[in-house]
């Protein structure tokens, strides 16, 4: 018995970090989600209703309802990476409309550095 949930204790934590990993890569891919960038945020409508965006803005602050943030697990996956490659990983995010960016290195000691 106690066997048997062990067993299912452990099936169920790699289907968990499966399905982890391939969200992240997905959103990765198709919606251009980095470790800088990886968060949705959900804010009343200004006319009622509500919006899903990528950015908030300071003065859209007071409408916010729910954040998911994701960027420790991006900024796992890619410590990760660059722990498993033994070399580091440069990430490079800039939005050219707003004119703000930022770089993040994952060194293949676990460290990051960001600017």
């Known amino acids: 018995m106690r066997k048997k949930f062990l067993i299912r204790v452990l099936v169920g934590i790699v289907a968990f970090i499966s399905i982890a990993v391939v969200s992240v890569f997905?959103?990765?891919?198709?919606?251009?989600?980095?470790?800088?960038?990886?968060?949705?945020?959900?804010?009343?409508?200004?006319?009622g209703g509500i919006e899903i965006k990528r950015d908030?803005?300071?003065?859209?602050?007071?409408r916010l309802i729910f954040m998911l943030d994701a960027n420790c697990v991006f900024n796992f996956l890619m410590r990760s990476l660059a722990i498993a490659k033994r070399e580091p990983i440069l990430e490079l995010s800039w939005d050219s409309e707003v004119g703000v960016g930022g770089v993040k290195q994952f060194r293949s000691d676990g460290s990051m550095l960001s600017l």
Request: glycine share 4%; charged share 20%; no cysteine.
């Open 26 to 47: 997905l959103f990765h891919e198709f919606f251009n989600f980095t470790s800088s960038n990886s968060a949705i945020y959900v804010l009343r409508g200004r006319y």
């Open 56 to 62: 908030l803005l300071l003065e859209e602050a007071d």
